[in-house]
Each structure stands twice: as C-alpha cells, then as structure tokens.
C-alpha cells in the first residue's frame, strides 16, 4: 500500500477528481485546502502567524491510500491532470504503508482501503 499526498492548484481539484473517478478500485481520497509557499516564495495571501507577517499561496492537498496495482495509475492522472506547465503546478509524495486498519470491522491490510 501506498499513501499519495498531492498539492494542487485549486482550480484544477474538480478535473482531477473527476479523472480519478475513472479508475477502478480507488478508494476514496481526502481533501484539505492548505497554505504554503515553495522554492519562487510566489506572492500570496498574507496572513499573521505567531507575531509574524508572511505570504503564502492557497493550494489544495488530496491524501489517498491505495493498493500497490494503481499507483501508478492514480499518480499519472493526477500529474497529467495538474499540469499547467507553470511554477506552482504542485507536488506528489508517495510514501509507502505500514498497515492500514479499518475501525469499524477491524479489518486491516488492502481489505482495508
């Protein structure tokens, strides 16, 4: 199992879900909007954070844990969907998982997601 973390620009969250809605044996995925500046420091938003005035740039994370079999599927469409070939376009992180237990019935590993 996989954990994929992506920082997209806003805009493009609804075609992205919408590509991966496409692909069969996804989970389900979570969405969070965010904040942050990367290596341009683009201008944002500026906003107050512990006696401190800083600019950052509004992004959207998806967070999905999914089978090893659509990785890759999963981290294409978002790239390919993301792209704008502009600075800022995002990231992806994949990072790999140790176990996953589902709550509610105890299952645990794949049966899990």
Not at 3 to 10: L, Q, T
Not at 62 to 88: F, H, W
């Amino acid at each position: 199992m996989k954990e994929i973390k992506a920082i997209i620009r806003p805009f493009k969250l609804d075609e992205i879900i919408s590509e991966l809605h496409k692909i069969n044996g996804l989970p389900g995925l979570t969405i969070s909007e965010v904040k942050g500046f990367g290596r341009t420091k683009a201008k944002g938003v500026a906003d107050s954070f512990r006696d401190g005035l800083y600019s950052y740039v509004k992004k959207i994370k998806i967070e999905l844990v999914v089978a090893d079999s659509i990785v890759e599927k999963v981290v294409n469409k978002i790239r390919e969907t993301a792209y704008t070939g502009n600075p800022g376009d995002g990231k992806i992180f994949i990072i790999d998982v140790c176990d996953t237990i589902r709550v509610s019935t105890n299952e645990s590993g794949d049966k899990a997601i």
